[in-house]
Structure formats: structure tokens, C-alpha cells
């Protein structure tokens, strides 16, 4: 069975960074694309960013946090990372982990998401 | 950069069938998936590629996409597929559509 676990969500101020980390248990980590995909509160999905598996260009970001967020991975710890710097209310929202699967980018297993509010 | 476009809400009375919309430009061309996140919940895969169904995932869940438009349909429906429902596709980066709050009268 999948397991995502996120961690590192809470309480910054404005300006401020987070690390957050996500566990990945159950399958060949090192072989499959993982993601961060956050939600507003009360509103819908947003992507993030995207990490590959494997070689040539290998990370990806939304244009609102380009700049400012860095995604890496550990593949001997099967743990995702997502380092947010620069911090604004915008960035308020819950952060959720996101495998992807074997078609065409699309997120077959999730984790239960980690908090991460900017606030003064 | 590309859109795609859902309908805020949609309401069935429960046993009747709910079609969801998504439009974008030339979306046929695309591969779509589709999401259901309940309430307090993380998202969960429901339609990949347009129209297949991840193991486990009811036969009343079904996908079309053609033109302009895919369609998720839900026949039967039930109190539980009350949630917020995303379409979702690959361009040259990762798109959502806005998310429809499916309502169960």
C-alpha cells in the first residue's frame, strides 16, 4: 500500500521559510515523479512543483513560487522536500505530497496534506 | 497560459446521474483526470486518461472528453459522492480546473 506522509507545516511570519518533508512508503521511490500540490483555504488545487526520477531537467515550478520554493529528494530515505523561503499569506494553505503515476502526469496517490500558515 | 473551466456547483437528487464539466481549448486533444476530494479530505484519483478507472474506483464513475469539453458522469448517485470534483491535465506544466462542489439533494 502507498503511504505519503507530509511534515513540517505550521506557524511563520511573513518573509519567514518552512522545510517540509514527505515520507513515501509502499512503492519503488526513487522510480516515479513526486510532487506538492497546495490548497487555499476554501479554494481549489494548485500545483507546485514536480521532481523526476531520473536525469536531464529535472525539477518544475508554478510561476507563483518560482523564485522562492526548491523541491529535492532523497531517494535513500524515500523522503520528498519541498524548501519554501520568502514566505507570504499567499502561501497559506494545506500542502499536500502527490505521487505520480504511470500514464500521463496524473496523481494517483496523496497524502493527508500538512498546514503551513503565514502569518504575523 | 491554458484554462480549464468548471462549473462552480452541480445539485442531483440521489439515484439520478451528475455530469461534470470541463472546458478548455482544444481538450479533447488532452489527456484528463479527475479528482474527488471530501470534505476534510486529501483528493483521491477517480478518471485517468479521459475515461479509466483506478482499481477500486466504482463502475458509476465514468469519463468522456471530446471537442471542447470532458464530462465526468456519475450514475446512481449517492450521499458519499457529495464533494469538490477537479479535472485536471498536462500541458506544458501541471493544470486544475477551479474544482465543482457536487451536491446531493
Known amino acids: 500500500e502507498v503511504k505519503l506522509l507530509e511534515s513540517g507545516g505550521g506557524l511563520v511570519q511573513p518573509g519567514g521559510s518552512l522545510r517540509l518533508s514527505c515520507e513515501a512508503s509502499?512503492?519503488?521511490?526513487?522510480?516515479?515523479?513526486m510532487n506538492w500540490v497546495r490548497q487555499a483555504p476554501g479554494k481549489g488545487l494548485e500545483w507546485v512543483s514536480t521532481?523526476?526520477?531520473?536525469?536531464?531537467?529535472?525539477?518544475f515550478y508554478g510561476d507563483s513560487v518560482k523564485g522562492r520554493f526548491t523541491i529535492s529528494r532523497d531517494n535513500s530515505k524515500s523522503t520528498l522536500y519541498l524548501q519554501m523561503n520568502s514566505l507570504t499569506g499567499e502561501d497559506t494553505g494545506v500542502y499536500y505530497c502527490?505521487?505520480?503515476?504511470?500514464?500521463?502526469?496524473?496523481?494517483?496517490?496523496w497524502g493527508q496534506g500538512t498546514l503551513v500558515t503565514v502569518s504575523s | 497560459s491554458y484554462v480549464l473551466t468548471q462549473p462552480p456547483s452541480v445539485s442531483v437528487a440521489p439515484g439520478k446521474t451528475a455530469r461534470i464539466t470541463c472546458g478548455g481549448d482544444?481538450?479533447?486533444?488532452?489527456?484528463v483526470h479527475w479528482y474527488q476530494q471530501r470534505p476534510g479530505q486529501a483528493p483521491i484519483l477517480i478518471i485517468y486518461?479521459?475515461?479509466d478507472r483506478p482499481s477500486g474506483i466504482p463502475e458509476r464513475f465514468s469519463g468522456s472528453n471530446s471537442g471542447r469539453t470532458a464530462t465526468l458522469t456519475i450514475g446512481r448517485v449517492e450521499a458519499g459522492d457529495e464533494a469538490d470534483y477537479y479535472c485536471?491535465?498536462?500541458?506544458?506544466?501541471?493544470?486544475f480546473g477551479g474544482g465543482t462542489k457536487l451536491t446531493v439533494l
Open positions: 502527490a505521487k505520480r503515476g504511470n500514464g500521463y502526469y496524473e496523481f494517483d496517490s
Open positions: 509502499g512503492f519503488s521511490f526513487s522510480s516515479y515523479a
Open positions: 521532481i523526476n526520477s531520473i536525469g536531464g531537467i529535472r525539477e
Open positions: 482544444n481538450i479533447g486533444r488532452q489527456s
Open positions: 486518461y479521459n475515461s
Open positions: 485536471q491535465v498536462y500541458t506544458d506544466h501541471v493544470v
